[in-house]
């Protein structure tokens, strides 16, 4: 859903930032200070996290105490799409609600395979959407930016404005188990009620008969009884019966044992109602579809399995069989029945693979869940799951988007992409104006886990960089104070760290900077890229005003760091002229900074069809001269702009006195950072991470390439 800017490939698939192990979810919180803001609370499992070996960030490790996802790019599906819930049940994305379990995919080995997964976030929108059909009658109804798995990886629906990302063409084939057009029964009605219990009940069931003569007279009497240790089913049967008016009550029939569970029954010697039982089973009525659902529902319930992806029902009774071989027929179920064991049972052996499992649950709905469980099968589509037609749907659409744990998940039965927060994105200063800049992961134990960490002997105190993937002095900061506790830790340990941030809030904190800047290294860095205030408020709409962070630097200065600021992207047309260039370096110069790092804007695969429609919208004067500046796919502006700009900007760097230097009258800090941290807003900055940003100053100093997102575990 908004994963636009992330590589199309499978290395990609296993950096999705703190969401690739599954969460220890706690809440989710809304407060009336942070009005349109929504915390949900983790307990993390690490809190240092490893930067991947072939990254070019100039540190090792990294902590987030937040995760969030700015939600400035719109990916989503129809709110009608079934999701693939971790009971087995497929239900339509409406109905699920945060923190509901459900199935995703994860690389284990040479496999992806499904695994059970959380939704940690879900919100609405509307926009264009678009019908995609597949070849097994499967149809999806998504956003041009939405992406699902491919034989050839993740692809869009649609190419975007330029047609240059990764987009679905008749030549792809998705990946997952389809299901076509889902049947439609409904299992209230009573051919589907009858169905199930005569198959439950003759499945497992019992009726006995028995004389009792107590001397005087004999009286027959009948007994109805059904043992399951499965309570769902029992629960289903008991339903059902009382809908045809028949009480049964429900009472242990065995105690557990080391090989077995404990059983329940449900029973009645009353004779009405054991007349009526029997009356319902009776007769079969495999001429009524709904009746032969319903009845391989309940025959799967009593008398099915489902092992290593092969779903079997077993039975002896040659009525049981054909009947459920003819209900099978019905419904277009391929199936083979197996020759007898040596105990004469046989089974009714489903064929197909995933996909008529798959159909058989959506057309039956067991009401045994453990039997439909997924986990840790690998994901093999054997459905016709071809791209027939992509078709634009009139009009906006309504549609909704969530963030799931493994950072995708099963809709109509292929695999689909989620909103998550990027390994890029830096800066989460969320405000109430946009529905899409509310949703904040918190780590809520990162101080307690974080002090286990260091206290390990196998720690090697390397420096550690904070703000390189979110902000650690976003709003959520104001309400969570977890940098108190993390700034105290690291300098217990004698552990080097940095601070990159944007936010102002870093100026409660500064005693305690000052305090470990006496035991352990401390760098101190502030983004600030523009200084005309009405492009600030349109492309930083909700991040601390420029005069509000040079004032930081200010306080941070006269503590006695040596700050440096980041002064980038500078925006082609925008920000590149020299008195816009002069008069941003004065200020900086002004506010007691120590130098500055800039760089000329970088534009991720995927994000420029957003980028250029925020341009089209606020300076569509430029629009001609930014495609001619970035053409297809193009991230980096040319060499030649580059250049010009570096022989424009290093002057005036130097002449402000603005270099990157070291000195040796204030604690020797390694500067340590990382692409710009992200505002709010109508255009995101991570849109603007530099991969080489010009520099001059020592190449330790210099900004690198955007950071490949490392692991991070709740």
Same mark, same amino acid.
């Given at each position: 859903?908004?994963?636009?800017?992330?590589?199309?490939?499978?290395?990609?698939?296993?950096?999705?930032?703190?969401?690739?192990?599954?969460?220890?979810?706690?809440?989710?919180?809304?407060?009336?200070?942070?009005?349109?803001?929504?915390?949900?609370?983790?307990?993390?499992?690490?809190?240092?996290?490893?930067?991947?070996?072939?990254?070019?960030?100039?540190?090792? &490790?990294?902590?987030?105490?937040?995760?969030?996802?700015?939600?400035?790019?719109?990916?989503?599906?129809?709110?009608?799409?079934?999701?693939?819930?971790?009971?087995?049940?497929?239900?339509?994305?409406?109905?699920?609600?945060?923190?509901?379990?459900?199935?995703?995919?994860?690389?284990?080995?040479?496999?992806?395979?499904?695994?059970?997964?959380?939704?940690?976030?879900?919100?609405?929108?509307?926009?264009?959407?678009?019908?995609?059909?597949?070849?097994?009658?499967?149809?999806?109804?998504?956003?041009?930016?939405?992406?699902?798995?491919?034989?050839?990886?993740?692809?869009?629906?649609?190419?975007?404005?330029?047609?240059?990302?990764?987009?679905?063409?008749?030549?792809?084939?998705?990946?997952?188990?389809?299901? @076509?057009?889902?049947?439609?029964?409904?299992?209230?009605?009573?051919?589907?009620?009858?169905?199930?219990?005569?198959?439950?009940?003759?499945?497992?069931?019992?009726?006995?008969?028995?004389?009792?003569?107590?001397?005087?007279?004999?009286?027959?009497?009948?007994?109805?009884?059904?043992?399951?240790?499965?309570?769902?089913?029992?629960?289903?049967?008991?339903?059902?019966?009382?809908?045809?008016?028949?009480?049964?009550?429900?009472?242990?029939?065995?105690?557990?044992?080391?090989?077995?569970?404990?059983?329940?029954?449900?029973?009645?010697?009353?004779?009405?109602?054991?007349?009526?039982?029997?009356?319902?089973?009776?007769?079969?009525?495999?001429?009524?579809?709904?009746?032969?659902?319903?009845?391989?529902?309940?025959?799967?319930?009593?008398?099915?399995?489902?092992?290593?992806?092969?779903?079997?029902?077993?039975? #002896?009774?040659?009525?049981?069989?054909?009947?459920?071989?003819?209900?099978?027929?019905?419904?277009?179920?391929?199936?083979?029945?197996?020759?007898?064991?040596?105990?004469?049972?046989?089974?009714?052996?489903?064929?197909?693979?995933?996909?008529?499992?798959?159909?058989?649950?959506?057309?039956?709905?067991?009401?045994?869940?453990?039997?439909?469980?997924?986990? @840790?099968?690998?994901?093999?589509?054997?459905?016709?799951?071809?791209?027939?037609?992509?078709?634009?749907?009139?009009?906006?659409?309504?549609?909704?988007?969530?963030?799931?744990?493994?950072?995708?998940?099963?809709?109509?039965?292929?695999?689909?992409?989620?909103?998550?927060?990027?390994?890029?994105?830096?800066?989460?200063?969320?405000?109430?104006?946009?529905?899409?800049?509310?949703?904040?992961?918190?780590?809520?134990?990162?101080?307690?886990?974080?002090? #286990?960490?260091?206290?390990?002997?196998?720690?090697?105190?390397?420096?550690?960089?904070?703000?390189?993937?979110?902000?650690?002095?976003?709003?959520?900061?104001?309400?969570?104070?977890?940098?108190?506790?993390?700034?105290?830790?690291?300098?217990?340990?004698?552990?080097?760290?940095?601070?990159?941030?944007?936010?102002?809030?870093?100026?409660?904190?500064?005693?305690?900077?000052?305090?470990?800047?006496?035991?352990? !290294?401390?760098?101190?860095?502030?983004?600030?890229?523009?200084?005309?205030?009405?492009?600030?408020?349109?492309?930083?709409? @909700?991040?601390?005003?420029?005069?509000?962070?040079?004032?930081?630097?200010?306080?941070?200065?006269?503590?006695?760091?040596?700050?440096?600021?980041?002064?980038?992207?500078?925006?082609?047309?925008?920000?590149?002229?020299?008195?816009?260039?002069?008069?941003?370096?004065?200020?900086?110069?002004?506010?007691?900074?120590?130098?500055?790092?800039?760089?000329?804007?970088?534009?991720?695969?995927?994000?420029?069809? &957003?980028?250029?429609?925020?341009?089209?919208?606020?300076? !569509?004067?430029?629009?001609?001269?930014?495609?001619?500046?970035?053409?297809?796919?193009?991230?980096?502006?040319?060499?030649?702009?580059?250049?010009?700009?570096?022989?424009?900007?290093?002057?005036?760097?130097?002449?402000?006195?603005?270099?990157?230097?070291?000195?040796?009258?204030? !604690?020797?800090?390694?500067?340590?950072?990382?692409?710009?941290?992200?505002?709010?807003?109508?255009?995101?900055? &991570?849109?603007?991470?530099?991969?080489?940003?010009?520099?001059?100053?020592?190449?330790?100093?210099?900004?690198?390439?955007?950071?490949?997102?490392?692991?991070?575990?709740?």
């Amino acid at each position: 859903m908004r994963w636009q800017g992330q590589r199309i490939d499978e290395a990609d698939e296993a950096a999705l930032p703190g969401m690739e192990n599954r969460t220890g979810f706690l809440r989710t919180v809304t407060t009336p200070e942070f009005a349109g803001m929504t915390f949900h609370e983790v307990l993390a499992k690490s809190a240092l996290n490893h930067v991947p070996g072939p990254s070019k960030m100039p540190f090792a &490790w990294t902590i987030n105490p937040y995760r969030g996802c700015s939600h400035a790019c719109v990916y989503c599906v129809s709110p009608e799409t079934l999701i693939l819930c971790a009971d087995g049940r497929q239900r339509p994305l409406r109905d699920l609600e945060v923190g509901t379990e459900i199935y995703g995919t994860e690389k284990r080995g040479a496999y992806r395979r499904y695994v059970r997964t959380r939704i940690l976030a879900k919100w609405s929108t509307r926009k264009q959407a678009y019908r995609i059909t597949l070849a097994d009658g499967t149809v999806l109804t998504a956003s041009g930016d939405h992406r699902f798995l491919t034989d050839r990886g993740w692809k869009h629906v649609t190419g975007g404005e330029t047609g240059q990302r990764p987009h679905l063409t008749l030549k792809d084939r998705l990946l997952g188990f389809g299901g @076509g057009a889902p049947p439609k029964v409904a299992t209230d009605g009573l051919g589907f009620r009858h169905g199930y219990l005569f198959g439950m009940i003759r499945g497992d069931g019992m009726i006995f008969r028995r004389t009792d003569d107590d001397g005087i007279r004999k009286r027959k009497m009948a007994v109805f009884r059904l043992a399951l240790a499965d309570e769902e089913a029992l629960e289903r049967t008991r339903s059902y019966l009382r809908k045809d008016g028949i009480d049964v009550r429900e009472r242990p029939f065995s105690t557990a044992s080391p090989t077995r569970r404990a059983l329940n029954a449900l029973h009645t010697a009353a004779a009405s109602s054991v007349a009526a039982i029997e009356a319902i089973v009776r007769d079969a009525n495999p001429a009524d579809p709904e009746w032969c659902a319903g009845f391989l529902s309940g025959i799967f319930d009593a008398e099915g399995s489902c092992s290593r992806g092969v779903l079997r029902i077993s039975n #002896k009774d040659p009525e049981i069989l054909d009947l459920t071989s003819a209900a099978m027929s019905a419904w277009q179920l391929e199936h083979v029945v197996e020759p007898p064991r040596p105990n004469d049972v046989r089974d009714v052996r489903l064929v197909g693979g995933l996909p008529a499992r798959q159909r058989f649950f959506s057309l039956t709905k067991p009401a045994i869940t453990r039997k439909m469980d997924l986990e @840790g099968l690998a994901v093999k589509t054997v459905a016709d799951l071809r791209v027939r037609s992509i078709e634009p749907l009139d009009g906006e659409q309504d549609l909704l988007d969530i963030t799931t744990g493994t950072g995708d998940f099963v809709a109509n039965g292929v695999i689909s992409h989620n909103c998550f927060a990027r390994g890029t994105h830096t800066y989460l200063d969320l405000d109430a104006g946009h529905d899409f800049d509310s949703q904040i992961v918190v780590k809520v134990n990162v101080v307690e886990t974080l002090e #286990k960490e260091l206290r390990r002997g196998s720690w090697q105190h390397e420096t550690v960089a904070l703000g390189t993937n979110t902000d650690p002095y976003q709003r959520a900061e104001g309400r969570y104070r977890l940098m108190p506790g993390i700034i105290r830790a690291l300098a217990d340990s004698g552990t080097p760290f940095s601070v990159l941030t944007k936010g102002t809030l870093i100026r409660r904190d500064i005693p305690l900077l000052v305090e470990a800047a006496a035991r352990v !290294p401390v760098d101190v860095q502030l983004s600030i890229a523009m200084f005309d205030e009405t492009l600030r408020e349109a492309i930083e709409q @909700g991040a601390p005003s420029t005069q509000a962070r040079l004032d930081t630097v200010r306080a941070l200065s006269d503590a006695g760091f040596r700050v440096g600021v980041f002064l980038m992207p500078i925006l082609p047309h925008l920000t590149d002229s020299v008195d816009a260039i002069d008069r941003a370096l004065l200020r900086i110069k002004e506010s007691g900074a120590d130098h500055v790092i800039y760089g000329a804007l970088h534009l991720r695969a995927g994000v420029k069809p &957003w980028f250029l429609q925020w341009l089209s919208q606020h300076r !569509p004067d430029l629009l001609s001269s930014y495609r001619a500046l970035y053409p297809g796919t193009a991230a980096e502006a040319p060499k030649d702009y580059r250049r010009w700009l570096a022989r424009r900007v290093r002057p005036l760097i130097r002449m402000h006195g603005l270099e990157a230097r070291h000195s040796d009258d204030r !604690p020797a800090r390694r500067s340590m950072q990382g692409p710009d941290p992200e505002p709010t807003g109508a255009m995101p900055l &991570w849109l603007f991470e530099q991969p080489s940003a010009e520099r001059s100053a020592p190449s330790r100093i210099g900004a690198p390439r955007a950071p490949e997102p490392a692991p991070t575990l709740f």
